[in-house]
């Protein structure tokens, strides 16, 4: 059962850090304002979950585990909230997202 | 090579560094800033200085940044580009880096336990701290017993930037409701037609500022068992209003916590710092004695690490938010 | 080249420190030179703290099993100095806003430019 809990841990360890690195290169490479939003909200809530729930097997019930979780819930809360109001702001101060060309018929 | 990840991140630092060199955006400079002071915290972290750690994250990526915002929002959010480079900064930045890259070769290593620092004093308080305080965190117990006189003249320093700021911007409200809010609330951009975007923010905030204010309050009595203690309490209590004031402006802000009050709990947390020393002056021990203040010597020294803890979270939480709040109300006239 | 893993971090500091100190001096606009002031606050603090820790130590809590600490000491000096540093950054800005308010800019030349005119 150790075993178990010690290799799955290890590997949402694993899966947080390369959804954090994805993130990185998506702020990087994606064309538009509003896209590098989803990048980097990738990062906030799937990378920093993953890591976190891979930390919180490690630790167990312990009062570390029960503090790690509720940072889980908080980081959930805020990191969207973020994302929203920085979005919100750019699309205010006239920032018009990247559309794609309309087809052409005929 | 002992720590990798130590090694990673103080190059990310010297990389953010050349960047905020570089960036001619200011708001990016700001932005780029954050990050600078949050890598600084992890850093910290692993050099196991976790209260250090917990201020700068508080500080450096909370506090300032909003101040650098609010200056921007007040002056201009763009340096003019220059034209050619500045050889005789770079001459006196060159020579001065190689001296002192200079002087380090003498150093210890990083981590040598028979370094001169690790020598004389601080073993000496390792040693005797949890016996004669009882307090786990010893940095709480330096801070505030054996070096307690630095804190008192570290929250006179807070008090008199606070006095600067007010001296330097405070508007005159004799005018009626001349001023213009420089931070305009969520509801009244663009005419109120943010009505309903506003609303996430708002309910958001509604639900974690008493969270927030909760966590201070843990971090400012929990400071003698783990990282925590008056400053960063007193940052977390600002930053709680400061969000208060991004959300639903400053006209409501003042409202909730009226400047005056502040004002007086900007003295009140100094006075009662002071005020514990003149106790401890008036049951028969010496200036900032805690032994004095119980029957019991480690009770008295909990009992006045207590006041002066509370003091300096007063202080610093009511300074932060008074300049936060000065700067806000500057305006445009 | 052990002598360079060992001294590392002071030297990280010290180059932060003159990206700092460049800032500070090379740069024309108000705030960037306020910016560059923090970063070189910050190198010290990294400076002082580097000196602190001591290999195989924890943080200076004091908890069970636990033989070795960092040393305490630097630890509340830079916590002073940043609580410090953010009060004097303040007054700093508050001085920019009042600058910007009564010449119109906050770039160096151009103050000067102004001054020398009135004079």
């Excluded at chain 2, 405070?170 to 005419?191: I, L, S």
Aim: glycine share 10%; hydrophobic share 50%.
């Amino acid at each position: 059962m150790d075993i178990l809990i010690y290799y799955t841990s290890w590997l949402l360890l694993l899966c947080g850090a390369f959804f954090c690195a994805v993130g990185g290169l998506g702020i990087l490479r994606l064309p538009d304002f509003y896209s590098r939003q989803h990048a980097a909200g990738i990062t906030d809530t799937l990378g920093a979950a993953l890591l976190l729930i891979g930390l919180i097997l490690q630790a167990g019930l312990s009062l570390v585990g029960i503090k790690l979780v509720m940072i889980l819930l908080f980081l959930l809360f805020t990191s969207p909230v973020a994302t929203h109001t920085i979005a919100q702001a750019a699309l205010q101060s006239g920032l018009k997202p990247k559309l794609a060309e309309k087809e052409r018929d005929g | 090579m002992s720590n990798f990840v130590d090694i990673a991140l103080l190059a990310f630092l010297a990389l953010v560094a050349l960047a905020v060199t570089r960036t001619l955006n200011l708001f990016a400079t700001v932005a780029l800033t954050g990050i600078y002071s949050l890598l600084m915290a992890s850093i910290f972290t692993t050099l196991d200085a976790v209260d250090v750690a917990f201020t700068e994250a508080a500080v450096g990526a909370g506090i300032s940044t909003v101040l650098f915002l609010a200056t921007m929002a007040l002056t201009t959010s763009h340096e003019k580009p220059h034209h050619h480079h500045n050889w005789a900064a770079i001459m006196a930045t060159l020579i001065t880096g190689s001296a002192l890259v200079y002087g380090t070769l003498d150093m210890p290593h990083f981590g040598d336990p028979q370094a001169p620092i690790h020598q004389h004093v601080a073993p000496h308080y390792i040693e005797i701290s949890p016996n004669e305080i009882g307090v786990p965190n010893m940095v709480t117990s330096v801070l505030a017993t054996y070096r307690g006189y630095d804190t008192l003249g570290e929250t006179a320093v807070i008090f008199t930037a606070c006095m600067a700021v007010l001296l330097l911007l405070q508007r005159d409200r004799r005018g009626g409701n001349r001023n213009v809010m420089a931070v305009p609330d969520a509801d009244q951009r663009r005419g109120g037609q943010s009505m309903q975007h506003a609303m996430i923010l708002r309910v958001f905030s509604k639900f974690f500022i008493p969270l927030i204010f909760l966590f201070g309050l843990y971090v400012q009595f929990h400071g003698d068992y783990g990282p925590g203690g008056g400053f960063q309490a007193g940052v977390i209590f600002a930053s709680g209003f400061i969000l208060y004031t991004l959300v639903f402006g400053l006209e409501k802000a003042r409202q909730v916590i009226p400047p005056r009050t502040l004002q007086a709990l900007v003295a009140f947390g100094l006075l009662l710092y002071a005020g514990t020393g003149i106790a401890t002056l008036v049951m028969g021990g010496q200036f900032l004695e805690y032994k004095a203040l119980a029957h019991e010597a480690t009770h008295g020294e909990h009992l006045g690490i207590l006041f002066i803890e509370l003091g300096v979270g007063i202080t610093v939480a009511a300074v932060m938010t008074t300049i936060f709040f000065t700067f806000a109300g500057r305006g445009r006239s | 080249m052990s002598d360079f893993w060992g001294l590392y971090n002071y030297w990280i500091a010290i180059f932060l420190m003159m990206v700092g100190f460049y800032n500070v001096i090379a740069r024309g606009n108000l705030i960037k030179k306020l910016i560059g002031l923090n970063i070189f606050q910050t190198s010290v603090f990294l400076l002082y703290i580097s000196m602190g820790k001591v290999e195989g130590g924890s943080a200076p809590i004091v908890g069970a099993g636990i033989s070795s600490f960092s040393n305490p000491l630097p630890h509340v000096l830079i916590l002073t100095a940043i609580v410090v540093g953010v009060a004097t950054t303040s007054v700093g800005l508050a001085l920019v806003v009042r600058i910007k308010e009564a010449y119109g800019t906050i770039e160096e030349d151009e103050l000067i430019a102004q001054e020398s005119v009135t004079q």
